[in-house]
């Protein structure tokens, strides 16, 4: 084989196996559970933009939410973005956004999905 036929090879195995993790198109699960005093405000919006109002991002929930109360929906990317109010001030005192991605496995350089596809996040909004 040429050197010119073996870098072809090389770019195209290494196109397919990028290609290949991130399966692209299907659903990604979310579920986002809260642990409260009290209920709270909770925003959650598919995108990888802080705060989880943004313009990039997309919202899924805007409301409020009890304490043991999970949220579950499909998203079509790989990252969401949660942040909440606190239990002490639930109608003004915002926690920092965060952002959560799908599980990966990694082994040195190279990424793929883990088995379980499942994006999971636990809130807190209790101040301790």
Same mark, same amino acid.
């Given at each position: 084989m040429t050197r010119s036929r073996r870098t072809v090879v090389v770019v195209l195995a290494i196109a397919a196996s990028a290609a290949a993790p991130s399966q692209a198109g299907e659903p990604v699960p979310v579920e986002v559970s809260l642990r409260t005093r009290a209920p709270v405000r909770v925003r959650i919006s598919e995108g990888a933009t802080v705060p989880c109002d943004a313009s990039t991002n997309r919202v899924l929930f805007d409301g409020w939410l009890a304490d043991q109360a999970v949220f579950? $929906? $499909? =998203?079509?990317?790989? +990252? =969401?973005? *949660?942040?909440? +109010? @606190?239990?002490?001030? /639930?109608?003004? %005192? @915002? &926690? /920092? &956004? %965060?952002?959560?991605h799908r599980p990966k =496995?990694?082994? %040195?350089?190279?990424? *793929? /999905?883990a088995p379980d596809p499942t994006i999971r996040v636990a809130l807190d909004a209790t101040r301790h």
């Open positions: 579950r $929906t $499909t =998203i079509a990317s790989e +990252t =969401i973005c *949660v942040e909440h +109010t @606190w239990d002490d001030y /639930p109608r003004a %005192g @915002w &926690a /920092p &956004a %965060g952002l959560a =496995i990694c082994l %040195g350089r190279r990424c *793929v /999905p």
